[in-house]
């Protein structure tokens, strides 16, 4: 219901430093403000209080809230010096529509920019496209100590530059997004906005409008829109999971960027254009196209330079250093002091094949954060599928037999898979060796014997 709002703020503005939500009682339903200090939206702790309470000095005749709600038309740009509750005074330049349900107003929303006394906003500069740009990735949260990663990422680093587009491929939580970003902000393009969009997020009934815009009255509910070229004008567009769109958009698409402008849906005037195109795809291209899922002509276009990017299996010398950046990470986003993972836990991600590749190892440590109680990530602290559905540790039986093994090697095979098994659901190595019916100098042997 808020989307049409939101546009049209969008559509005024290249940034807001607040954003307020008031129900057609005066309650304040949502409140947020831009603190520079901390370079991030905060919430003012006005949710749930009256708009009277919030700002004493208003009245029904100076609240643009009441003024709205009488009127039902929008209050555009409009200058006003509030003083809340704290006796605090700021000067804003407010925009504040009616949100209407059933033809009835229910509320306003209300989009602020921080201004000076003389009416100049405060943060435009140092916030909106600039401050955007930092906190995109770069090539330093590019972690890898693997050759080829390491090529890779001085080849990132030679043609971020440039204005060619450029396909990144790989496997499903690889990286394409990071790498995507960093490629923006090294780029000439930096100051600039950076849109990403994944292909199979939208239905392909959107796709087209949401790329190129639309005209109002071109279909039932059309408004006058930017597409997503028209929003990354000057900018990066990145266009995520291309194999999934649908071949008719793709030619589209193609037009687009060979042509550099575009037409809103519905509209007859061409408009110019010039985005860089980034893109991404989770298959091999080549077998795509013989797929029939991505014409090969858009391919040639969009992929003027392929990066492909190794699964986590492939760069096993990476797995315990992202574990490692990972826990730094997370022992300041949660305020933990975990110090490492013991040897079996690395063991573990060591031999691990990964499918989900650094995202799901992300999701591994994050779900240890949150489940452990002593200063060291252990075997409990994992998922169980690290443990039961390692590419290592389980096997048929059966598929053994033909790979010709001598029995001695699949019995010792078997006895760490039953070790590792027993371990993960023990308190200690003494409550595992009591499991197994064995001493705890055996098992603490056996422990040693197969490394783990």
């Known amino acids: 219901m808020l989307t049409k709002y939101l546009q049209s703020i969008s559509d005024l503005y290249d940034h807001i430093d607040a954003l307020l939500i008031t129900n057609k ?6 409140s947020i403000i831009y603190c520079p200090e901390t370079n991030s939206f905060e919430n003012e702790g006005f949710t749930g209080k009256h708009i009277f309470d919030i700002y004493p000095s208003i009245t029904k005749e100076t609240s643009s809230h009441h003024r709205v709600m009488r009127s039902g038309k929008p209050i555009i740009g409009e200058r006003q010096e509030l003083t809340d509750l704290n006796g605090k005074s700021s000067f804003f330049i407010n925009s504040t529509f009616p949100i209407e349900f059933n033809h009835e107003v229910i509320g306003t929303i209300e989009a602020s920019i921080l201004a000076s006394k003389d009416g100049k906003p405060l943060y435009r500069t140092s916030y909106s496209k600039k401050q955007a740009a930092d906190s995109f990735y ?3 949260d590019f972690i890898t100590v693997n050759p080829r990663m390491l090529e890779l990422k ?4 030679r043609i971020s530059p440039g204005d060619s587009p450029i396909m990144i491929c790989g496997e499903t939580g690889t990286g394409k997004e990071l790498v995507a970003q960093a490629i923006h902000s090294h780029s000439l393009r930096a100051g600039e906005v950076f849109i990403s969009q994944n292909c199979s997020a939208i239905p392909t009934t959107l796709l087209e409008s949401t790329l190129f815009g639309t005209v109002k009255g071109s279909f039932t509910g059309a408004e006058d829109r930017k597409g997503l070229f028209e929003l990354a004008h000057n900018g990066t567009l990145f266009l995520d999971e291309l194999n999934s769109m649908d071949i008719g958009v793709q030619a589209k698409l193609l037009k687009a960027i060979e042509e550099k402008k575009i037409r809103r849906i519905g509209g007859e005037r061409e408009i110019a254009i010039n985005v860089r195109i ?7 291209p080549f077998q795509a196209i013989r797929d029939g899922v991505i014409r090969s002509d ?5 992929g003027v330079i392929q990066l492909n990017l190794l699964p986590l299996r492939e760069r096993k010398e990476d797995i315990l250093l992202l574990a490692d950046w990972f826990l730094q990470k997370y022992n300041t986003q949660m305020n933990k002091t975990l110090k490492g993972f013991n040897d079996m836990t690395k063991n573990i991600f060591s031999d691990y094949h990964w499918p989900g590749n650094i995202r799901e190892l992300r999701n591994a440590i994050e779900y240890a954060f949150n489940v ?3 200063e060291m990530v252990t075997l409990k602290d994992i998922p169980e599928h690290l443990l039961f559905t390692n590419n290592q540790q389980t096997r048929d039986f059966n598929q053994d037999l033909t790979h010709a093994k001598s029995l001695f090697k699949q019995v010792d095979e078997y006895e760490k898979d039953i070790i590792l098994n027993t371990l993960s659901h023990s308190r200690n190595i ?10 705890r100098q055996a098992l603490q042997y056996k422990i040693d014997k197969y490394r783990l």
Do not use: C, F, P, Q
């Open 278 to 284: 980034l893109s991404a795809m989770n298959e091999d």
């Open 25 to 30: 009682e005066g309650i304040v339903e949502y």
């Open 298 to 302: 858009l391919y040639y276009r969009v």
């Open 138 to 140: 770069t090539l330093d």
């Open 430 to 439: 003494s409550d595992a060796a009591k499991k197994l019916g064995i001493t």
């Open 154 to 157: 001085e080849k990132i680093r």
């Open 372 to 374: 452990s109680a002593g």
